[in-house]
Every structure is written in C-alpha cells, then in structure tokens.
C-alpha cells in the first residue's frame, strides 16, 4: 500500500522560504513519478511541480519557476519542495502525489496522495 506523508509546513511572512518533505512507503520507486500539487478553498487543485523518481529532469508551472525546486533523495526515499520568496497567493495546502510511468501535470493521473501540508504566507 502506497502512502504519503507530507511535512514542513507552516505559517511564514512573504519573502521567506520553507521546505516540505513527503516520506513515501509502498512505491516501486524505479518505476514512480512524484508531484507537488496545491490547493486553496474553492479553487481547483493546482499543479506545482513533477520529477521522476531518481531522475534529474524536473518540470514546473510558471508561477514556481525560479522559486520552487522539487528534488529527491532516494536513499531517504523522500521527495522535497524547496519554496522561496514565499508570497501571500502561495498560501495553500500542498500536497505530494505518486504515480507509476512518466511524470504529469494533470493531478488525474496520480493514484496516491498524501494528506496535505498547510503554508501560510503573510504580507
């Protein structure tokens, strides 16, 4: 049974940075895609960011690009989201995703979730 377990959110002022971590168990990891998703009340989930696991290509949405990085650590078999020059509109609950084959920007794709991490971002 695959699971998911988000870590280091929290409540920062804007410009700050914050990493969160998701500890994956029950993935055949060489064959696995992660994502980091968001969501805010009433809007629709959001793509964040994908990377394959143990690979080096990474893709980003546009509002991340340059300020987020998604990264890996096999060893650990967790995956991380290092968010800088945090701002208010990032204020969301992130949540990590898993799914077999190729990485994907669509949250339809991936069959396991984690139970979501809160960032607060104040002015």
């Known amino acids: 049974q695959v699971q998911l377990v988000e870590s280091g959110g929290g409540s920062v002022q804007a410009g700050a940075s914050l990493r969160l971590s998701c500890a994956a168990s029950g993935v055949t990891f060489s064959s696995a895609a992660m994502g980091w998703f968001r969501q805010t009340p009433g809007k629709e989930r959001e793509f964040v960011a994908t990377i394959p696991w143990g690979g080096m290509s990474t893709y980003y949405a546009d509002f991340a690009k340059g300020r987020f990085t998604i990264s890996g650590d096999n060893a650990k078999n967790t995956v991380y989201l290092q968010m800088n020059s945090l701002k208010p509109e990032d204020t969301a609950v992130y949540y990590c995703?898993?799914?077999?084959?190729?990485?994907?920007?669509?949250?339809?794709?991936?069959?396991?979730w984690g139970q979501g991490a809160q960032v607060i971002v104040s002015s």
């Open positions: 995703a898993a799914k077999y084959g190729k990485t994907s920007r669509r949250g339809e794709d991936y069959a396991a």
